[in-house]
């Protein structure tokens, strides 16, 4: 308990926090991309893979739990950093600041509160399903005869919405922006970044995010242009 408070009161505590926390979440949303990825497959594999983690029960319950208070931390010290610089930074230095940062590390609160509103927008739209409560109905048969929650078709009928599927797109855009700043912070505050290979994490996070970016919009555009079709 005295560690957490250490942790959450000291300014490099808190950055730490910030650090692994977003670590947990990049893990998670790299994760969630390649399991969505086979959407692109026959309708099996999503759906396969779907009932495979619902069947974890308790463990899923317990990642969830996990991942969310990840996600509070993050978010909660991502307020307080910003407040306590604000209150910190006189305009002299603020002006001088500005020109040395680049444009995603000065608008990574703004990118942050972008991917929160699209967090709670995606879980009402898939996970509680409010507008499409017979989603929760649609099943499908696998080949040993289970029958499983249809998830292909809850996501080939999500995106064929073409405003859904724009807010997707801009929203894995802003994510990937957002990402593309944190990847190299974090690795700077677990004190992993040296002179030697700054450049190469760099043009890594870059090369990271623009894929991370394509492969998520390539979903709601292959299923807009008619490539990932609902199953017979
Ligand atoms: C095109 C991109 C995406 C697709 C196709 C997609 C698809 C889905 C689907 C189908 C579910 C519900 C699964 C179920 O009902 O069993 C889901 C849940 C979820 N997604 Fe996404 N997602 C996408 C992008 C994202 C992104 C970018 C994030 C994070 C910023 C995200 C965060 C979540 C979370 C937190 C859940 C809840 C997980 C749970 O219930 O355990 N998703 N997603």
Not at 98 to 103: F, G, I, P
Not at 118 to 130: D, E, G
Not at 146 to 168: A, E, K, N, P, W
Not at 197 to 212: D, H, I, K, P
Request: with cysteine; net charge positive; charged share 10%.
């Amino acid at each position: 308990m005295h560690l957490l408070g250490a942790l959450f009161n000291s300014s490099i505590g808190k950055k730490l926090l910030m650090a692994v926390s977003g670590l947990v979440l990049f893990g998670f949303v790299t994760g969630h991309l390649v399991g969505n990825l086979q959407v692109f497959l026959p309708p099996d594999a999503i759906n396969l893979y779907a009932h495979r983690l619902e069947s974890l029960g308790i463990v899923l319950w317990l990642i969830r739990a996990f991942l969310l208070v990840c996600l509070i931390v993050h978010v909660w010290l991502a307020i307080k950093l910003t407040l306590e610089n604000r209150a910190a930074r006189p305009e002299a230095y603020a002006v001088q600041h500005v020109n040395r940062a680049t444009l995603a590390s000065r608008v990574m609160a703004r990118t942050g509160f972008v991917v929160l509103a699209f967090i709670v927008f995606h879980l009402a739209h898939y996970t509680v399903r409010i507008g499409h409560p017979e989603w929760a109905e649609h099943t499908f048969r696998l080949s040993d005869g289970t029958m499983v929650r249809d998830v292909h078709t809850m996501i080939v009928q999500g995106f064929s919405h073409l405003g859904v599927s724009i807010f997707y797109i801009l929203a894995v855009g802003i994510l990937a922006y957002h990402l593309s700043h944190g990847i190299v912070s974090l690795v700077q505050t677990l004190g992993l970044k040296n002179e030697r290979w700054t450049r190469g994490l760099e043009r890594f996070a870059v090369a990271y995010c623009w894929l991370y970016f394509l492969l998520n919009a390539s979903m709601p555009l292959a299923v807009l242009g008619g490539f990932v079709k609902q199953h017979a």
